[in-house]
Every structure is written in C-alpha cells, then in structure tokens.
C-alpha cells in the first residue's frame, strides 16, 4: 500500500530546501508527498541571496490542507516546516484541530539560514503554544532546541540532551534535537529522546559546512519512515543515513553554501 505524507510548508524556489525538498524526500523513501505551501521564499542574487519571504493567504493554506485530506483517502503522516507568520501559524493550528492527522513531524523553523524575521519573537511564541502540543515528532536545531528549552545556548552534549527532555516535558512525545556537526565532535550528532530512551545518534560527519535543506530533508525523511510504519527511533536512524546521502550528493552553485540533492540515496 503506497503510504501519503503531506507537506505543509514553504516554497523555495532554488529547489534546495522547503516544500521542493519534501517532495524529493518523500519520492525517493517511495511515498506519495503532497503538499500545502504555506510562503514563498526566493534568494536574491543582488543582495547577497537574501530571502524574499511571501506568505501565502491563510485562505488559501486552509484550502490546501482541505484538498490533500480530501482527495486522498487517508495522509499517514505530516510534516510542518516554515510557517513564518502568526496569521499562517492560526489556520495551520486550525486545520491540525479539524483533520486530526495521526502523526505530525514538526521541523520548528524558527529562522532560515542567514535570514532573521521581523516579529520573530510573536512567531517562535505562537509556534511554541500552537503548534508543538499537536507534533508527535519535533526535529529543533541547536538554535530551535535552546529556543524552545529556554536555554541560553547550547554547547555540549549534556546541554543538547537536557534540551530534549525539556521539550518533551512540554508534552512533545518524542524529540530528535539536531547538533549535526555543529559541537565539534567530527560527526554529525543529535539527541533521540522519547521519554524512556535517550540515545545520542551518531554518524561520520560529511564536511563540517552548513548544508542548505539538511534540516528539511531529515524532517521529510521522519515523516516518511514514520509514514511507513517505523518507530521514532527507526525513523530517526534512517532519516540520519538520508541526510548523509543528500549532503554526498549535494550540489554547489553560487550561493555561499552546498545544497542537498536526495536522489543519489540508497536504502542499505
Ligand atoms: O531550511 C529551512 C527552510 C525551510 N523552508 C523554506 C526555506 C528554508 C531556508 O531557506 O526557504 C521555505
């Protein structure tokens, strides 16, 4: 039976992160994506690729979300990535209440790589009180973990794992807090907690850049294996293998960092 994941989140147009990522994700683990843009993103070559953020009429994300749990005859599970805004936050809060999707994996994008919001602080608040009570799954970065922990920063492995029982004892069911290779461990490193097990995951780190759609791609490849019926636990491991491969495969154009490609992944 083919599973269905859908994605509710951003278009960026590049193709190297957001909803584009989702999709390549979902294909090459052999599930269905559909998805719910929620903003469009575009880098701008003649300032340094900054992003230009749209978002997307809530209208219009309540419509889409209604067509992805309409046409098909079930979603197995659901991945949110950038909301960015607290009006999209609200509808996506409201949709989740409606369809009741059995397993949602939120990647709590709180600011996308060298790009700082305005209003930030109303988005990470409403994303923390709406929308994290409704995740199985949530997949926080350093930065996100220690946001949403209310740490001031995070700098070991002791601080990351603290951070993931923080999180979960906000009533997330399981946390898989990402430091990839960003403690200097010479791997890529993040913290799996479900309440009874704790397991710091380990694998080789491919180079030590910042890799554009690393964080979507694990985010998108939980929600598949989970769609697929594995454990959080499972779908972690695997989803670590995905981002591995993605990274190999990943291209270098004229922004300032490698970004993901998918299709090169082997399931071993
Ligand atoms: O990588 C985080 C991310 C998520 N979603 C969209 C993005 C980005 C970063 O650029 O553009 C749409």
């Keep these: 039976m083919t599973r269905i994941a859908l994605a509710i989140a951003g278009s960026e ?3 190297g992160a957001g909803a584009q990522t989702d999709l390549k994700t979902f294909h090459q683990l052999g599930v269905f994506g559909c998805t719910a843009l929620t903003c469009i993103v575009s880098m701008d070559p003649k300032d340094a690729w900054n992003h230009r953020f749209v978002p997307v009429d809530p209208d219009v994300i309540a419509d889409q979300i209604e067509t992805c749990a309409t046409v098909h005859s079930r979603i197995d599970a659901v991945k949110i990535g950038m909301l960015g805004t607290a009006a999209t936050i609200e509808v996506v809060e409201a949709a989740l209440k409606e369809h009741d999707f059995p397993i949602v994996v939120l990647d709590p994008v709180l600011i996308c790589k060298g790009q700082e919001f305005a209003g930030a602080l109303e988005v990470d608040n409403a994303l923390r009180s709406r929308i994290l009570p409704r995740a199985t799954m949530t997949t926080p970065n350093l ?3 220690a946001t949403l922990a209310g740490m001031e920063e995070i700098t070991t492995v002791d601080q990351l794992k603290d951070a993931a029982r923080r999180i979960h004892d906000q009533g997330v069911p399981n946390v898989l807090a990402k430091a990839g290779p960003s403690l200097g461990t010479g791997t890529a490193l993040d913290v799996f907690y479900d309440g009874a ?6 694998v080789p780190a491919v180079g030590d850049e910042r890799v554009h759609g690393a964080g979507c791609t694990l985010a998108a490849a939980v929600t598949a294996e989970l769609a697929k019926g594995a454990t959080p636990l499972e ?5 670590k293998e995905v981002v591995a491969s993605s990274i190999e495969h990943g291209l270098r154009g004229n922004i300032p960092f490698p970004y993901v490609y998918q299709g090169g992944y082997q399931q071993s």
């Design 197 to 202: 097990t704790l397991e710091v995951l380990e």
């Design 143 to 145: 930065f996100e973990a």
């Design 13 to 15: 147009a590049s193709g």
């Design 235 to 239: 779908a972690a491991v695997r989803a």
